[in-house]
């Protein structure tokens, strides 16, 4: 199956230090990556640039059968792509609100938008929660609160920076049965966390940001096979 966006060679230093430097990253379409690393790797600067939010050094982006450079395909990626900070950002206003908003932006009319997001709450078995205020919420509603308005601009990845982080047993439950629905409607999905036994049933493979590297973790039961996909270009 092709990959739904291939970068190469994407490279990014911050004060003076080279973050990582990869040659190769295809992100597999309809399909569900969990990316670790330690602390610092840079797992968090990888989604941003994927998601279009934070200019990378160097890199090529090949997405829809075009060539680009990163700047000339920020606005595609910007709108495929949806990148989800671990303490979501809500507004202070009710829930439906939340939901909404991404919708207004892009011009829809009111009924068609009210149509949409009272389906999306109900997807989410967010229903009870719609009048409620978004900042009153626990960090697990507020998480699957995020998803839902995500997933209603229709984006075709989403970048879920440490999903399930502070969640007690039943909000991991929750958010990853939100996952595995988004999972089943098509929608490709690249996840970092720490809590690898939390997400790893959803992933369909597994990679791990390393001394500015990218490997790829080969799930199989019997062994994880290691293989690098580019060469150690740390400066360091
Ligand atoms: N705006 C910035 N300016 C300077 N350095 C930065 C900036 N943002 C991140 N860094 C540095 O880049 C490196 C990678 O950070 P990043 O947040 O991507 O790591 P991470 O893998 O997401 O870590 P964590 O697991 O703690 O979330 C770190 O050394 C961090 O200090
Ligand atoms: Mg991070």
Redesign the pocket.
């Known amino acids: 199956m092709n990959p739904l966006i291939s970068y190469s060679d994407i490279s990014i230093t911050?004060?003076g230090k080279l973050?990582f430097s990869i040659d190769k990253l295809e992100v597999p379409a309809h399909q569900c990556t969990l990316l670790t690393?330690r602390?610092?790797?840079?797992?968090?600067?990888l989604f941003k640039i994927m998601a279009g939010l934070l200019k990378p050094d160097t890199t090529k982006i090949h997405y829809q059968g075009l060539d680009m450079t990163w700047s000339q395909g920020k606005p595609y990626i910007q709108k495929d792509i949806i990148y989800l900070h671990q303490q979501p950002y809500l507004f202070d206003a009710s829930v439906t609100d939340n939901i909404a908003y991404g919708l207004h932006r892009s011009g829809e009319n009111k009924a068609s938008i009210h149509k949409k997001v009272m389906q999306a709450l109900e997807w989410a078995d967010l229903s009870h929660l719609a009048h409620r205020s978004a900042k009153q919420l626990s960090g697990g509603e507020k998480q699957r609160v995020a998803l839902t308005r995500a997933r209603i601009l229709s984006p075709r990845l989403l970048l879920l920076d440490e999903p399930t982080a502070s969640m007690d047993t039943q909000a991991k439950q929750q958010t990853g049965l939100l996952l595995q629905r988004l999972k089943f409607e098509g929608i490709s999905i690249m996840i970092?966390s720490?809590e690898t036994h939390t997400v790893e049933h959803l992933a369909d493979q597994h990679w791990q940001?390393e001394q500015g590297q990218l490997n790829v973790l080969k799930k199989s039961p019997v062994t994880d096979n290691v293989t690098h996909l580019n060469a150690a270009k740390q400066k360091n």
């Open positions: 911050m004060s973050i690393g602390n610092g790797s840079g797992k968090t600067t970092s720490h940001l």
